[in-house]
Each structure stands twice: as structure tokens, then as C-alpha cells.
């Protein structure tokens, strides 16, 4: 899945498959790639257009929708 850049201190990039409704984050730190199932695409748009993108993670997604680890970058 391609993802782009975001201005995150804690991730380094998004990406989103709205078809599977998948949402794949990459995070800086540890450079671990998750998916996360069943994610809406106004989810996913909030997400990558959010203030702060790490909180909105934190607070919408993060416990919520089920990450599952892909890939260390």
C-alpha cells in the first residue's frame, strides 16, 4: 500500500485502501508498520488532515480498530 508523509512527531506516514477500508500507519520511532481494519474513510481523511496527527491516532483509532503489525520498515 502506498503511503504519504505526515507532520507527526511520533508518525512518519499513512496510508489508506478504501476499498478494504485498511489503514496502514507507519511510525517513526520504531519504524513498525501497522494495518488497522474497518476503518472508515472520513476516518482516514480526519486522520491525515488532523492539527495534530499523533493525538488524533491516540484518541480515534489507537484501541479501537485492530492493528495488526506488517513490516518494519
Do not use: C
Not at 520511532?29 to 488532523?50: C, E, F, H, I, W
Not at 484501541?63 to 518494519?72: C, W, Y
Amino acid at each position: 500500500m502506498e503511503r504519504q508523509s505526515v507532520d507527526s512527531s511520533n508518525i512518519r506516514s499513512i496510508g489508506y485502501d478504501a476499498s478494504r477500508q485498511v489503514l496502514e500507519v507507519e511510525f517513526k520511532q520504531t519504524g513498525k508498520v501497522y494495518r488497522y481494519a474497518g476503518v472508515p474513510a472520513d476516518m482516514a481523511n480526519s486522520l491525515v488532515r488532523a492539527p495534530s496527527v499523533g493525538s488524533f491516532f491516540a484518541k480515534h483509532i489507537k484501541g479501537r480498530f485492530g492493528g495488526e503489525e506488517v513490516s518494519a520498515a
